[in-house]
């Protein structure tokens, strides 16, 4: 029967003995499909290179994979460049930081907190239960490279293995919101559409234990399971656990030797809606047993818009093709070539590279100890001259490969890089120099995810996805409310509770990248730094909560800063208030007429503690809680206990600033010095000085408007000069008198 006719046959009123027999031919049809059957010979074959197990062939017969196989003494070395781009795309796309945005349904007050609300219970589910959720991305991020399409189902389930659903097909509201990838090995799908939407109908078939299966569901099934279906997961299993390091022994692909008692055939079958069934439909069986059956899917359809329990991921589309190509396909021609030529150089390296050894007679081996009574022992080669003819053993060097031979492996190794857009190996965290900072390194990155950016927007595409079926689930079976635990600022911890009515139906989200402007931690560093330096971020030395997130982001989110006491305990009166546990708190009787706190205030609890505070950081912490949203959903008794606190703080704030003493002012704000300072005596001109910060010099000369005794002064001053150039001047005449008396007196005598 085709799988057509199966599909019909299920979407009409049929019993559970039909139903049965069309959901198994169902599935074994679809495992048959001759596409499937290819692409799961692919997904074997690229598990097989990630593990190492490299040197295979493919036999048609049993339609498995086995070891070559070749003479024991025949090396089988293996440079696993697979495995190391598979981790690189890995990193590559859980590297990239996102966290959801939840958009309210209006702009009204309420969607708004809902919306916030919504955004907080995506981040407590992903770090409930050790952060499960994180494990099960990783794997997701491993199928894509190894097999193309990665699968992730998300759920309601309970953690006693008791089954999610009641006998009238609602979802238990004491149930949680789990998530688990799944291999390409279990799902089965309608082979019209290229979506998962555009599908009839997906399947997802499982070994369980029997026990499992009969303690749940409450029933007794048979264990003899299908051969076909089961065998490729027998055959997954049995290959991963052989596989060896050692590379001894080979794989052994059989399944026969795994014990069926214990393991029976889990198939869950989900049908889109249609005009019988508008909110779709969920079928359970098991191996001889229809376990259920509900008329619609695990996440509930509203107003026409349905989803499947599973989302797909996809590396690569194909053209007209559900089922994506695999990264390492276009890997395993380059990988083959390098390992054929490590093995011939291993081959060489033991034969014909071997040194070799010539000699004209026999020859033996003797053992020297203490050589030249260095103690050190040695093998020495002994033959005897006479019977070699007087020849000695020559040794000749073996015969390497030639150089063409590491040059092809090299070329070998760029086409890998070449081929999986990482030409740096930048993508593995190699750093191009030992001096590149963080921002280089970003900036090479971001040029190796150029490429890769179409992936990237894909994997966060199907990742948004599984956030909204989170957000569905949650809104359906959290119907009671519960508290919510997540890590607060510095070391605290922030609880919240919650319940399924808050979401208000605000399950619209997109998935942004969280501090984007950088991808490593040092690009991220310098580039904080630089708006802290630049003021971008405001006055960091005020602000204890930016701060506090800078210290985070540093990795020195445990830092102790002098103001955190304060904040501290301001933010626990903050919740002792909202609690009602105000027996500690100061709380003084507001003015009747007035309503403001003063001094002569009564105080109604007396803190002891109150003195030491910090009112300032005490004052701007509860004005912060009171501005709050959440603040309006107090209690009246809460509220106004919290705003005579506060106001009681602001009170001590206002006293401690009329109580601070005047700071001296600037005598030049009500003088004009130029003019009044030369009128001043030397001992009041130093005053001035000093108060406006000159330290002045007793010796010095003042220069300024001139006074009588600086004019008399200077009248002094040049008469003296005056009369001292006359007598010089009068000294001068006398000398040259004498000087033409004697040259007469001489002219005379001659």
């Known amino acids: 029967m085709k799988l057509t006719e199966i599909y019909q046959k299920i979407k009409g009123k049929i019993d559970d003995k039909e139903l049965l027999a069309a959901t198994n031919e169902l599935f074994e049809s679809s495992q048959r499909d001759y596409t499937r059957m290819m692409m799961e010979k692919i997904w074997f074959r690229n598990v097989l290179y990630y593990l190492g197990e490299q040197y295979l062939e493919y036999v048609k017969s049993s339609q498995s994979f086995r070891r070559r196989i070749m003479p024991d003494y025949i090396p089988t070395p293996v440079s696993n460049e697979i495995r190391e781009y598979v981790r690189s795309v890995k990193s590559m796309l859980l590297n990239q930081k996102m966290i959801a945005k939840v958009a309210p349904n209006s702009m009204d007050k309420s969607d708004i907190k809902a919306a916030e609300l919504a955004e907080t219970l995506l981040q407590w589910l992903d770090s409930v239960n050790e952060e499960e959720f994180k494990d099960e991305e990783e794997k997701v ?17 309970m953690e006693n293995d008791q089954w999610i659903f009641d006998k009238y097909g609602n979802p238990i509201t004491t149930g949680e919101v789990g998530s688990e990838s799944i291999v390409p090995f279990q799902v089965y799908v309608d082979f019209l559409g290229d979506r998962l939407t555009k599908k009839r109908w997906v399947g997802i078939q499982t070994l369980k234990s029997k026990e499992w299966v009969e303690d749940t569901f409450k029933v007794k099934v048979s264990g003899n399971g299908n051969a076909l279906a089961t065998d490729y997961t027998k055959r997954l299993m049995k290959m991963v ?36 069934y508008p909110n779709g439909r969920y079928v359970i069986c098991c191996e001889d047993k229809i376990l259920k059956r509900y008329d619609r899917l695990p996440i509930n359809t509203e107003n026409g818009k349905w989803h499947y329990s599973i989302t797909d991921f996809h590396f690569d589309y194909l053209p007209g093709c559900f089922w994506s190509d695999a990264g390492v396909n276009n890997l395993i021609s ?13 081959i060489n390296r033991k034969g014909l590279a071997r040194p070799k050894l010539f000699s004209p007679g026999k020859i033996g081996l003797k053992r020297i100890d203490e050589v030249g009574g260095l103690g050190v022992g040695m093998i020495a080669l002994e033959y005897d001259p006479l019977l070699s003819g ?49 921002i280089m390194v970003d900036i090479l990155r971001e040029t190796a995810e150029k490429g890769h950016y179409p992936d990237i927007d894909r994997y966060t595409r199907s990742m948004t996805r599984v956030k909204k079926k989170r957000l569905l689930i949650a809104q359906e079976i959290m119907t009671e409310e519960r508290i919510l635990k997540l890590a607060g600022r510095g070391n605290s911890w922030k609880i919240i509770k919650f319940k399924a009515a808050d979401l208000r139906n605000n399950t619209d989200l997109r998935m942004e990248l969280d501090s984007g402007l950088a991808s490593t931690n040092a690009g991220k560093m310098n580039i904080l730094l630089d708006f802290a330096q630049r003021g971008v971020l405001g006055n960091i030395a005020e602000d204890s ?18 103001e955190n006491p304060d904040v501290k305990r301001a933010e626990n009166e903050n919740s002792l208030i909202e609690s009602g546990d105000v027996g500690n708190i100061m709380v003084c009787e507001p003015d009747p007429q007035t309503g403001a706190i003063t001094p002569e205030s009564e105080v109604l609890v007396h ?144």
């Open 141 to 157: 991020a491993l199928c894509l490279p190894l097999f193309g399409v990665g699968f992730m189902r998300t759920f309601p389930y």
């Open 607 to 750: 803190d002891p503690f109150f003195k030491y505070d910090n009112h300032m950081i005490h004052y701007e912490q509860h004005r912060r809680c009171i501005m709050s949203e959440a603040f309006s959903e107090w209690d009246a008794k809460s509220q106004k206990i919290m705003i005579a606190h506060a106001d009681t703080h602001h009170m001590q704030v206002v006293e401690a600033e009329k109580n601070r003493p005047a700071e001296p002012h600037d005598p030049r704000e009500f003088i004009q010095m130029d003019k009044v300072y030369p009128l001043l005596a030397r001992t009041e001109q130093m005053q001035v000085l000093k108060a406006i910060g000159i330290n002045p010099d007793p010796q010095a000369q003042v220069v300024g408007m001139p006074t009588v005794e600086n004019i008399m002064e200077d009248k002094r001053v040049e008469r003296q000069i005056n009369e001292s150039r006359k007598s010089d001047e009068g000294g001068a005449k006398k000398s040259k008198s004498s000087e033409g008396k004697g040259a007469e007196a001489d002219k005379e005598s001659d």
């Open 241 to 276: 656990g052989q596989v060896s390091p050692w590379k001894g022994a080979g794989i052994d692909m059989s399944s026969s030797s795994f014990d069926d008692d214990d393991l029976v055939l889990f198939r869950e079958l989900e049908m889109k809606p249609t005009l019988s």
């Open 545 to 562: 909560e930016l701060k506090q997130e800078l210290l985070r982001r540093a990795g020195l989110s445990g830092f102790t800063e002098q």
């Open 390 to 438: 007087g020849q000695k053993p020559q040794i000749e060097n073996g015969t390497p490969l030639p150089a063409q031979i590491l040059e092809e492996r090299n070329i070998q190794r760029a086409v890998i890089q070449d081929v999986s857009g990482d030409p740096k190996n930048i993508l593995k965290g190699q750093s191009p120099g030992s001096k590149a900072s963080g």
């Open 334 to 346: 380059p990988q083959n070539t390098i390992n054929e030529i490590d093995q011939a150089l291993s």
